[in-house]
């Protein structure tokens, strides 16, 4: 299995409770960010189904292991890609930073067969992905995006 760790940082001017209250409803991300195609509620745990810049899709269960509202969300995933990810909500003076940590290594034989040529590729396919997020998430806010380290 390929491991991948990527940190993507959004500044939105906006309160941190509203940021808040939309990353916590993500089975409502399919009707604001574009490459999250379904998120299926099933039982304790939600099916996420992204399609990608690079024209594949990739499913993953994920299940909460953490909550503290507003400023953490941790979860599990299991699927294409097994790991965590971690939302870190911080409220600043220009609005709310949000830190988003991902760290999930691929269970899809082909994107480890190829891991070596396109590892690249595949950054780039999620920094897009997360760009468009920081994006779509400040526009539902009727905010700016003022910055997106990715």
């Not at 269970?107 to 190829?114: E, F, H, P, S, V």
């Not at 396109?118 to 992905?129: A, D, G, K, V």
Request: glycine fraction near 4%; hydrophobic fraction near 45%; avoid cysteine.
């Amino acid at each position: 299995m390929t491991e991948y760790k990527f940190i993507t940082i959004w500044i939105i001017d906006a309160p941190i409770e509203k940021v808040w209250s939309e990353i916590i409803n993500y089975p409502n991300w399919p009707t604001w960010w574009k490459y999250v195609e379904r998120v299926i509620p099933i039982q304790d745990y939600h099916r996420f189904i992204w399609k990608t810049p690079l024209y594949y899709k990739i499913a993953f269960d994920t299940k909460l292991i953490r909550v503290q509202p507003p400023i953490v969300l941790e979860l599990v995933a299991k699927g294409n890609v097994d790991g965590v990810g971690l939302w870190e909500l911080e409220s600043i003076e220009k609005g709310t930073l949000v830190r988003y940590t991902w760290k999930v290594k691929t269970t899809k034989a082909w994107m480890d067969i190829l891991a070596i040529f396109i590892r690249p590729l595949m950054e780039s396919n999620h920094n897009t992905i997360m760009e468009e997020g920081g994006k779509a998430l400040a526009h539902l806010l009727g905010a700016n995006l003022l910055s997106a380290q990715l």
